[in-house]
């Protein structure tokens, strides 16, 4: 295998950058370049890296050849006690959500991305209800929440106390996304990882160790990360 044999590798420019980066993500290889760098220069940096990309490339399509690639029938969201039951038909709408029913309907013609689209409309509606509640119960208090889709984050904390939760936290276990939101409310009393962190972190959930082995070993699923 050679670089030829690799998707076209995505060159983005970025005032932000300082220093070129390659990011193997899925289906896609980009390079972060900054706004000062030719393209003879990112050229080279691309050729440089080409041992380390392809064995990266490689060892992500051997995992993602590992990971079940069939469509859901239900789905355990994290605030329900009983699974969503899916379906896939022909209809018009991306999605019909029966919440009564706890049923689901997705249009079969893209089915992957329109399950992605509900899975976000959801989080939407209930992450920063709970994120809120949490704060009354724990008397952390935050600024404002945003709910996205980042590749490598499951949240973050700004110095201003703006909170980011990641969608797919729905699709885990309730007491993981209660650790995610301790751990970035932790962070509007203390905006480092020092032990006096640490230490808010387990005052609010004591089994904060266990909930973040649990992060280092879940994957998504495919139809997540297309």
């Given at each position: 295998?050679?670089?030829s044999d690799l998707p076209e590798i995505?060159?983005?420019?970025?005032?932000?950058?300082t220093r070129l980066r390659l990011r193997?993500?899925?289906?896609?290889?980009?390079?972060?370049?900054?706004?000062?760098?030719?393209?003879?220069?990112?050229?080279?940096?691309?050729?440089?890296?080409?041992?380390?990309?392809?064995?990266?490339?490689?060892?992500?399509?051997?995992?993602?050849?590992?990971?079940?690639?069939?469509?859901?029938?239900?789905?355990?969201?994290?605030?329900?006690?009983?699974?969503?039951?899916?379906?896939?038909?022909?209809?018009?709408?991306?999605?019909?959500?029966?919440?009564?029913?706890?049923?689901?309907?997705?249009?079969?013609?893209?089915?992957?991305?329109?399950?992605?689209?509900?899975?976000?409309?959801?989080?939407?509606?209930?992450?920063?209800?709970?994120?809120?509640?949490?704060?009354?119960?724990?008397?952390?208090?935050?600024?404002?929440?945003?709910?996205?889709?980042?590749?490598?984050?499951?949240?973050?904390?700004?110095?201003?106390?703006?909170?980011?939760?990641?969608?797919?936290?729905?699709?885990?276990?309730?007491?993981?996304?209660?650790?995610?939101?301790?751990?970035?409310?932790?962070?509007?009393?203390?905006?480092?990882?020092?032990?006096?962190?640490?230490?808010?972190?387990?005052?609010?959930?004591?089994?904060?160790?266990?909930?973040?082995?649990?992060?280092?070993?879940?994957?998504?699923?495919?139809?997540?990360?297309?």
């Amino acid at each position: 295998m050679t670089l030829s044999d690799l998707p076209e590798i995505q060159i983005i420019r970025n005032v932000r950058a300082t220093r070129l980066r390659l990011r193997v993500d899925g289906q896609q290889i980009k390079v972060t370049a900054p706004v000062f760098c030719s393209n003879r220069q990112i050229q080279k940096f691309i050729a440089d890296a080409e041992g380390w990309l392809l064995k990266t490339w490689q060892a992500q399509q051997a995992q993602l050849q590992q990971i079940d690639q069939s469509l859901p029938a239900e789905l355990q969201l994290f605030n329900l006690n009983t699974p969503i039951q899916i379906g896939y038909q022909s209809q018009k709408q991306n999605f019909i959500w029966d919440e009564s029913a706890l049923q689901l309907w997705i249009s079969d013609r893209h089915p992957e991305a329109y399950l992605k689209t509900f899975i976000i409309a959801y989080a939407k509606q209930h992450l920063l209800l709970y994120l809120e509640q949490l704060s009354l119960d724990t008397g952390l208090n935050f600024n404002g929440c945003n709910i996205r889709q980042p590749k490598t984050r499951w949240g973050s904390c700004s110095a201003r106390h703006d909170i980011m939760l990641n969608s797919a936290l729905v699709l885990m276990p309730e007491a993981i996304c209660r650790y995610v939101c301790v751990h970035e409310l932790a962070h509007t009393r203390h905006f480092d990882h020092s032990p006096r962190f640490w230490a808010e972190v387990a005052r609010h959930d004591p089994e904060f160790q266990q909930h973040r082995q649990f992060l280092k070993r879940f994957q998504l699923p495919y139809w997540w990360l297309g």
